[in-house]
């Protein structure tokens, strides 16, 4: 079961339908706001994930005006992931190289890891005239 966001949702109905590749099927299970969908994929238990990965497409950032490419999914990838997953390209880590990361842990300076979880409000505009936190 995935949450996805589709363009345009108004053109996918809540009904059981077969696509490419492999006549792979997919059923809406509800709709949300602002194109966001409920979505299951039927895969074959021992796909340890390959199906989903061949089927989705890297999330890159809205100031990339293209399409996504077989190479992104390693371009849009930094030295810090360990879990597949991410809706956002983790642009502010792209510079960073095992050799630059070993250079300022030599110079003194402590890292730690952390997951960030972005979500799908990413791609989203924001959508209130009030930024207060209620």
């Known amino acids: 079961m995935w949450e996805c966001l589709v363009r345009p949702g108004r053109k996918l109905p809540s009904v059981k339908q077969s696509f490419w590749p492999r006549r792979t099927t997919r059923e809406i299970l509800s709709r949300g706001e602002l194109g966001l969908r409920t979505v299951v994929f039927p895969l074959p238990a021992r796909d340890g994930g390959s199906a989903s990965g061949k089927l989705g497409h890297v999330p890159l950032p809205p100031y990339i005006e293209r399409e996504d490419e077989s190479a992104d999914r390693s371009r849009y990838q930094t030295i810090f992931a360990s879990h597949p997953g991410a809706v956002a390209a983790p642009t502010a ?36 005239d009030d930024l207060k936190i209620t």
């Not at 050799?99 to 505009?125: H, K, M, N, S, Y």
């Open 93 to 128: 880590g792209l510079h960073f190289t095992p050799g630059i990361l070993e250079r300022i842990r030599a110079r003194g300076v402590e890292t730690c890891e952390i997951t960030l979880d972005v979500g799908l409000g990413t791609f989203q505009p924001i959508h209130t």
